[in-house]
């Protein structure tokens, strides 16, 4: 097999030999041929030493790197990719847990499958794809995963109609690849249940991210009044419905995920008088909060910054968010506060949320610093790939 030669210009090889698994367009000096966007290529150095092979891509990233050695990428290499992240879920104890059928099989670039993203729900694997390449190859992967888990998975749900680069001309309809699920799906995080629609819900349907933050909170809830903000599907709520606290209030802007909430919520705990769910925005919530009505506080927003160019406002935005919630916590209370943006590094974000304490003047204790779950590994020589970023504060 031949594949079109991309030569980086001098020097530029640095970090692939760092195994960084991006080449940026400004480092390339020559493209031998006329590569379509998805298709494999071959990098180069200037002196013609190999150095990667990866996905080409039209934009800021112009090869995401798949293999730092020459191969030849058959279904097998794919699937033996996959064969290995499954193995990594198993020893985690994620995947065949008869309390947990929820989990991320495969997080692009910490996998080392740039560009893809796999989360099972149960019997569906939902499939994503965020580069071209991926999309390409969505039929041998979806295989692939069935193979691996050996009919622990049955149907595989394709969603990058969202995902894929905006102007990437490709069809990339949303539907079943394999099987389909016939009954609504229920998954189950840690022995809680809950509805995912992957077919309109966000990302694949599910925070995936956020279980072992939300098992965290589980041990501080009880007796507690938990404000659970930009609750998504109500995933903090339940884990704090299950530790014993004294009353649970949803808020998101969405009125779809505040169905599902209340759904999830009855799903686990059936005429509980405990919660309550509000379709409003957060920041107006909060303006009627009065002081002392909750001393857990959950904030999890949606990323602020997708960009870098962005960032500025952003870090406003999660002051501002935090300052309110220092204003209004009860003393004593506990608030888990959040930011998923990549594009906020840990120092940025904690220096956003000091800002804020300092605004509200109080005494405010760091419990714990929190992350992703290692089913959302950090590929080493990735550090982009590091994105969530949490705090635990106790108020004073
Ligand atoms: N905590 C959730 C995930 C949060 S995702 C979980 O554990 O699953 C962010 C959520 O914020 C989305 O559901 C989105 O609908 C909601 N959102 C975005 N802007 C908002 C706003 N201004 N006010 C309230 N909710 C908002």
Redesign the pocket.
Known sequence: MSFTKIILKPQKEESLLRFHPWVFSGAIQKIVGTPQEGDCVEVYTCKNEFCAMGHYQIGSIAVRVFSFEQITPTYEFWRDRIAEAYQVRIALGLAENEHNNTYRLVHGEGDSLPGLIIDVYGETAVLQAHSVGMHYLREDLAKAVVEVMNGAVKNVFYKSESTLPFKANVNAQDGYLIGECDNECIAKENGLLFHVDWLRG?KTGF?VD?RENRSLLEHYAKGRSVLNM????G??SFYAMRGGAKLVHS????AK?IELTNQNVELNFPNDPRHKAFAT???KFLDDVKNDEYDLIIL???AFAKHRDVLRNALQGYKKLNARAFEKIKHGGILFTFSCSQAVNKEQFRLAVFSAAAMSGRNVRILHQLTQPADHPINIYHPEGEYLKGLVLYVE
């Not at 930009?230 to 599907?233: E, I, K, N, P, V």
């Open positions: 966000q925070f956020q930009f609750c998504y599907t995933g903090f808020v998101d802007s969405s995920a925005d957060a920041f999890d927003p949606p």
